[in-house]
């Protein structure tokens, strides 16, 4: 069964950083990539940003409201990955997911349940 | 970027309705396009993919039309469990973007 578990989310200041997890489990992962989206309250679904997977080298891409501040990594060998957030601001208040990209193209087979991040002060 | 524009934003039904949400690309995405269903509180869940495909698992009443620039999501005997929000997303290139979400709720 194909699981994706966030984790690393919780209230920050603006300008502040906090570093979200990815678990994943029932797939090779190396294998797949994973992307973040984001849903803000009460809001409709934001893409975040992309790690391919191995045979693509890990490259990324980033949505360009994050660019430059967010980084997202990936730990083959822990079938993990990450989304380092910097330089919060209000607006990044979300629930973020991470998701499994389908082998076939750009769409999300599986999500995980979400974790909340709050950005205030 | 391409633009993801749904239609109607909410729509009231009943059990047993057949329902046909669109969704239309700012430019042409052939038939990468893919369509989820969100519960409140709960992640999205991949009902459509390549436009018609529908992802396994997923009852036979959800079917996917559409090519280009203009594609519609069509539940064809509404059951309790499907009011929920609808998102429509293009996968055809970099961002990746969503639709604003169609709402359906119970008349």
């Known amino acids: 069964e194909v699981q994706l578990v966030e984790s690393g989310g919780g209230l920050v200041q603006p300008g502040g950083s906090l570093r979200l997890s990815c678990a994943a489990s029932?797939?090779?992962?190396?294998?797949?990539?994973i992307d973040w989206v984001r849903q803000a309250p009460g809001k409709g679904l934001e893409w975040v940003g992309r790690?391919?997977?191995?045979?693509?080298?890990?490259?990324?891409d980033y949505a360009a409201s994050v660019k430059g501040r967010f980084t997202i990594s990936r730990d083959d060998s822990k079938n993990s990955m990450y989304l380092q957030m910097n330089s919060l601001k209000t607006e990044d208040t979300a629930v973020y997911y991470c998701?499994?990209?389908?082998?076939?193209?750009?769409?999300?087979?599986?999500w995980g349940q979400g974790t909340l991040v709050t950005v205030s002060s | 970027d391409i633009q993801m524009t749904q239609s109607p934003s909410s729509v009231s039904a009943s059990v047993g309705d057949r329902v046909t949400i669109a969704c239309r690309a700012s430019?042409?995405?052939?038939?990468?396009l893919a369509w989820f269903q969100q519960k409140p509180g709960k992640a999205p869940k991949l009902l459509i993919y390549?436009?018609?495909s529908l992802h396994s698992g997923v009852p036979s009443r959800f079917s996917g039309s559409g090519s280009g620039a203009d594609f519609t999501l069509t539940i064809s005997s509404l059951q309790p469990e499907d009011f929920a929000t609808y998102y429509c997303?293009?996968?055809?290139?970099?961002?990746?973007?969503f639709g604003q979400g169609t709402r359906l709720e119970i008349k």
């Open positions: 430019q042409g995405i052939s038939n990468w």
């Open positions: 997303q293009q996968a055809n290139s970099f961002p990746i973007t």
């Open positions: 029932g797939f090779i992962f190396s294998d797949h990539h």
């Open positions: 998701a499994k990209v389908d082998t076939y193209g750009n769409w999300f087979d599986f």
């Open positions: 790690i391919r997977n191995t045979a693509n080298s890990h490259t990324t």
């Open positions: 390549a436009a018609s």
